[in-house]
């Protein structure tokens, strides 16, 4: 655990309390970020014991090395800081405001059914070589991590986080609590999906009877990013040779219910409304974004509506 030992310490510990009650604190980056700006502030201002503009503003400054997306990556953690301080009358700083995130210019990988049979074919059939029990883990966990991907559009951060008591088994439901935004939001799982999570759980149990997460490592907490990236690759590189990414996983959700809508001529608005709300987005506009990939429901889009049709899709970021 970081420990904080600046004048700034009695602040944050309470900031972090906070944070945790609300069941929206990541130790990695949250309090790496943190600790990094503490010691920035400690080295560059010695004499100073309290929070002061200078401080905030020459480190929240982006670098001419830094794109403006790991700006707020870097700097997200002392934006909340400073909301939270602001707010309770413990400081009375501007908060910086975040760059404008670059456009994307990544275009989703369009899937296959034979891409899909090929990279399930891979998740479930992988080769033990050491009876370790994180092997035996990955064997168990891969399949069934993406397939919940796929399944559910979820992000790949809600599903690394997903702890034991975020899902109903029983139900069927899944609590989405530490999201983009922490948008706290409910996804209902298809019955094949319950299923699978039920055999998993019970699985996975043996293995790691007292864990915490759905996932655990073995360690005990949550996989990391790279974690996803590199077993997505190992299993689509086995019988695969086009380029995709785990997040693929997530647009290729969206667009295949939008494709469902071809075929109706009412129902759009209660359509996107309901997507809009299982895969988490703060707003109707992000999940418009979709109908651009979706050439299929474009023109029928166009006459359900009386503006042009560009004016409805946003620009959105990667992650939503």
């Given amino acids: 655990m970081v420990r904080y030992n600046s004048f700034m310490k009695p602040m944050i510990d309470k900031f972090i309390k906070y944070q945790i009650a609300s ?53 997200r953690v ?8 602001n707010s309770r009358g413990l400081t009375n700083l501007k908060v910086p405001e975040f760059p404008k995130p670059e456009k994307i210019t990544y275009i989703p990988h369009s899937f296959t059914e034979e891409e899909l049979k090929n990279f399930f074919y ?10 370790r029990k994180d092997i035996i883990a990955k064997q168990i966990m891969i399949p069934v991590f993406f397939r919940l991907l796929y399944s559910t559009g979820i992000r790949t951060i809600e599903a690394r986080l997903l702890k034991k008591e975020d899902i109903d088994l029983k139900n069927g439901i899944i609590s989405i609590k530490n999201s983009k935004g922490y948008n706290q939001h ?6 094949s999906m ?30 990391r990013k790279d974690w996803v990236s590199q077993n997505f690759k190992e299993m689509w590189n086995k019988y695969n040779t086009t380029y995709a990414i785990p997040y693929d996983l997530r647009h290729n959700y969206a667009i295949t219910n939008i494709n469902k809508w071809t075929n109706q001529d009412v129902g759009f608005t209660t359509n996107l409304y309901y997507l809009s709300k299982s895969m ?39 992650d939503e």
Avoid at 122 to 131: E, F, L, P, Q, T
Avoid at 199 to 219: E, G, L, Q, T, W
Wanted: charged fraction near 25%.
């Fill in 23 to 75: 069941q929206c604190w990541s130790e990695n980056p949250f309090a790496r970020n943190l600790k990094t700006f503490e010691n920035y502030c400690v080295k560059n201002f010695p004499n100073e014991n309290i929070l002061t503009q200078e401080m905030v503003d020459s480190w929240c400054k982006q670098r001419t090395t830094e794109k403006n997306k790991s700006n707020i990556a870097r700097i």
């Fill in 78 to 85: 002392v934006v909340l800081f400073l909301k939270y301080t």
């Fill in 122 to 131: 891979a998740c479930d059939n992988i080769k033990i070589r050491m009876k």
């Fill in 186 to 191: 409910y996804v209902a799982l298809h019955d």
């Fill in 194 to 223: 319950t299923k699978i999570l039920v055999d998993y759980d019970k699985r996975i149990s043996k293995i790691y009877p007292n864990r915490i997460y759905f996932f655990p490592n073995k360690n005990n907490s949550h996989h």
């Fill in 280 to 318: 988490g987005h703060t707003t109707i506009e992000s999940t418009k974004y979709y109908y651009s990939l979706t050439p299929q429901i474009s023109d029928i889009f166009m006459n359900q509506v009386n503006k042009g049709f560009e004016n409805l899709i946003p620009e959105v970021s990667h």
